[in-house]
T-cell receptor, first 115, second 111 residues
């Protein structure tokens, strides 16, 4: 089945620094990947849709200059949280899939803590 | 109104019980439907797809009613290992295939 690898699984960083999260499709090509954020006791909230070779589509309320997305190849999308603040601390998850009728596979998630 | 709404939780049931979760969606353009399971502090994992004809996988049965824009999940003979949060998910074809999640329903199965 489709496998999505996400790295790192957890990261602690200082306020003001930037953190890059990678999402890779290991055994399939993904022209589209999705980035989600999940706060404790809440559901996953879509942040943006990452499109290979073009600009990402951001959901309302998500700052594109703060959450930089790059989808340079069919197997890799990266999310960079720039100038991180404690309120950016969250669980970030990517997903990709081989087809809409087969659901999407999620990466293992990245737990970001900004101190 | 949220695009996908689920029963509020938590559901606390004894082992062996049958439990049902409901989900409604507001966007009639929704084309694909799924139930995902999420364990604490882990990523969601696909439990099953949901079809108009209904589908069953062991102790789990999913139903879709397009006219009412309603999805359900039935778990029979609950096991302790079924304890998790169950997420109702719809895919919007007209918005690039993005997934919309319900807020999740927490299930706790007790001995």
């Amino acid at each position: 089945g489709a496998v999505v690898s996400q790295h790192p699984s957890w990261v602690i960083c200082k306020s003001g620094t930037s953190v890059k999260i990678e999402c890779r499709s290991l055994d399939f090509q993904a022209t589209t990947m999705f980035w989600y954020r999940q706060f404790p006791k809440q559901s996953l909230m879509l942040m943006a849709t990452s499109n290979e070779g073009s600009k990402a589509t951001y959901e309302q309320g998500v700052e594109k200059d703060k959450f930089l997305i790059n989808h340079a190849s069919l197997t890799l999308s990266t999310l960079t949280v720039t100038s991180a603040h404690p309120e950016d601390s969250s669980f970030y998850i990517c997903s990709a899939g081989t087809g809409m009728n087969y659901g999407y596979t999620f990466g293992s998630g990245t737990r970001l803590t900004v101190v | 109104r949220k695009e996908v709404e689920q029963d509020p939780g938590p559901f606390n049931v004894p082992e062996g019980a049958t439990v049902a979760f409901n989900c409604t969606y507001s966007n009639s353009a929704s084309q694909s439907f799924f139930w995902y399971r999420q364990d604490c502090r882990k990523e969601p994992k696909l439990l099953m797809s949901v079809y108009s004809s209904g589908n069953e996988d062991g102790r789990f049965t999913a139903q879709l009613n397009r006219a009412s824009q309603y999805i359900s999940l039935l778990i029979r003979d609950s096991k302790l290992s079924d304890s998790a949060t169950y997420l109702c998910v719809v895919i919007l074809y007209n918005q690039g295939g993005k997934l919309i999640f319900g807020q999740g329903t927490e299930l706790s199965v007790k001995p």
